[in-house]
């Protein structure tokens, strides 16, 4: 059973950067593709980010030209930078690995992190 464990969230004030990490056991990683989704109370699960083993990139509209998608093979991780964090940005954040055709929808991914919060304040 493959088993996802995120890191790296926590409090950072608007404008300010953070980076979390996800790190994958259990299971062929380099064959899967990988995403980031988040989760803001009251609302539904969103796609972030997601890679292909290959490297192919997809970003939501919301973060795109601020987050950074990037994956490690040898070391089974998957990281997402984020940079000029918005209070909207305020989520908790979920890694997830799939082996569909669609990076950007939930439903592809069949393994999920616990999530880690991620807080920004104005």
């Known amino acids: 059973q493959v088993q996802l464990v995120e890191s790296g969230g926590g409090l950072v004030q608007a404008g300010g950067s953070l980076s979390v990490s996800c790190a994958a056991s259990?299971?062929?990683?380099?064959?899967?593709?990988m995403g980031w989704f988040r989760q803001a109370p009251g609302q539904e699960r969103e796609f972030v980010a997601g890679?292909?083993?290959?490297?192919?990139?997809d970003y939501a509209g919301a973060v795109k030209g601020r987050f950074a998608i990037s994956r490690d093979n040898t070391k089974n991780t998957v990281y997402l930078r984020m940079n000029s964090l918005k209070p909207e940005d305020t989520a908790v954040y979920y890694c997830?690995?799939?082996?569909?055709?669609?990076?950007?929808?939930?439903?592809?991914?069949?393994?999920w992190g616990q999530g880690t919060q991620v807080t920004v304040t104005s």
């Open positions: 890679i292909s083993w290959v490297g192919y990139i």
């Open positions: 997830a690995a799939g082996g569909g055709q669609r990076l950007n929808v939930a439903a592809e991914y069949g393994y």
């Open positions: 259990g299971g062929p990683f380099s064959s899967y593709y």
